[in-house]
Nanobody, 114 residues
């Protein structure tokens, strides 16, 4: 059974930093595309950053220059380093891996206070 477990969320003041982790219990992790999404209260789930299957990296315009996505294939772990956090970064952050099937984690709450 595939599981994705996020951690690292919390309450941080504006301008602070957090690093999110997502550990995947999945075979062939290196072959999967990987993404971070976030969902603010009352809003849709939006793509924040991705490492695509071809290795390319993309970011939402709102986080460019502040967030860095990375992964450690040996540890089957996806990361999201978030810096210069803003109140509008508040939300539940979900990791996602995809190949032929898409899998989601349960989410971790990030709250940025002003």
């Amino acid at each position: 059974q595939v599981q994705l477990v996020e951690s690292g969320g919390g309450l941080v003041p504006a301008g602070g930093s957090l690093r999110l982790s997502c550990v995947a219990s999945i075979s062939g992790f290196s072959l999967y595309g990987t993404r971070w999404y976030r969902q603010a209260p009352g809003k849709q789930r939006d793509l924040v950053a991705s490492i695509n299957r071809d290795g390319s990296v993309t970011y939402a315009d709102s986080v460019k220059g502040r967030f860095v996505i990375s992964k450690d294939n040996a540890k089957k772990t996806l990361y999201l380093q978030m810096s210069s956090l803003k109140p509008e970064d508040t939300g539940v952050y979900f990791c996602n891996v995809y190949r032929m099937i898409t899998y989601w984690g349960q989410g971790t709450q990030v709250t940025v206070s002003s």
